[in-house]
């Protein structure tokens, strides 16, 4: 069963090569490069892996314009910045391919103090909150690491192309009637400033296109 890895990427030239030096076997790489003006393009060709350029800014687009590259029966998504350990994949991916699960996230579980800084720790608690409130699951985390059927995501008709895109497809799988479950997985400091957690008016942007797709997803 063949299984890709869509990793959206905007200047990660300095987490890119620890990231796919570390993808376990049978896990194909597809960077989605949003707009690097470094190295990142280069490095991921060097690694072997499928690159995907992706000219329309946006967290989700990125995400997406992997998902129609994939080519794999389950698509796995994660960061590109080393804050997420690629030989976790197995643990995220294996209760799709055994059929327990249609959607695994992974619940990030802090190594260190400075992995995940207050600000979005605490934002993303509440937002899970919601969420536990809104689908009914358990859910602690909305887990950048996760794993799908590609099939069953291209149906679910993803539409938002920015920071809401995860939250989204959480909201459509619960909708659907997928069995939606929580594996831990490190969470590590990454390697560079975040785009979102690394300031507060980053996160403050990421939760405010997901308070919208909460409110317009039905």
């Keep these: 069963m063949k299984i890709d890895v869509v990793l959206p990427c905007l200047d990660e030239e300095a987490a890119l090569g620890w990231v796919l030096g570390r993808m376990p076997d049978g896990y194909h790489p597809i960077v989605v490069d949003n707009g690097s003006t470094d190295g990142s393009v280069a490095i991921a060709t060097a690694f072997g892996a499928q690159v995907v350029v992706e000219p329309r800014r946006g967290f989700g687009a990125a995400c997406h314009a992997g998902l129609m590259a994939a ?36 619940r990030r579980i802090a190594r260190s103090a400075g992995s995940w800084p207050v600000h979005a720790r605490l934002g993303n608690a509440v937002l899970a909150r919601r969420l536990r409130r809104r689908t009914g699951f358990g859910l602690h985390d909305l887990g950048p690491m996760r794993a799908a059927r590609r099939a069953d995501l291209l149906a679910l008709g993803l539409r938002d192309r920015r ?50 797709v909460m409110r317009e997803t039905v």
């Design 71 to 106: 080519g794999g029966d389950i698509v796995c998504f994660m960061d590109a910045d080393a804050s997420l350990d690629p030989r976790q994949l197995p643990r995220v991916a294996e209760p799709v391919q055994a059929g327990r699960s249609d959607l695994v996230l992974g």
């Design 163 to 212: 920071f809401g895109y995860p939250l989204e497809m959480v909201l459509r799988a619960a909708s659907a009637a997928w069995r939606i479950t929580e594996v831990d997985v490190d969470y590590l400091p990454r390697a560079g400033r975040s785009k979102v957690t690394g300031t507060v008016r980053g996160t403050a942007r990421a939760i405010g296109d997901m308070r919208r």
